[in-house]
């Protein structure tokens, strides 16, 4: 399955992307990758790599 992370840096990001990569196709993505506060710049990602399942990690902190 292709998976989608976001907050991949945060404590919680790092742990899904390490529990989720041993069976599936894991796409993590930083602040620095992606302001999820840009809901067009979320969308283009989101549209380009056709995930199949998005898990949110990211939040203010």
Known sequence: MKVLVTGAGGQLGIDVVAS???NH???????????????????????ALEPEVVVNC???T
């Open 58 to 60: 990211a939040a203010w």
């Open 25 to 47: 196709s894991v796409t993590g993505l930083t602040r620095a990758d992606l302001d999820v506060g840009d809901a067009a710049a979320v969308s283009r990602r989101v549209e």
């Open 20 to 22: 989720l990569g041993w």
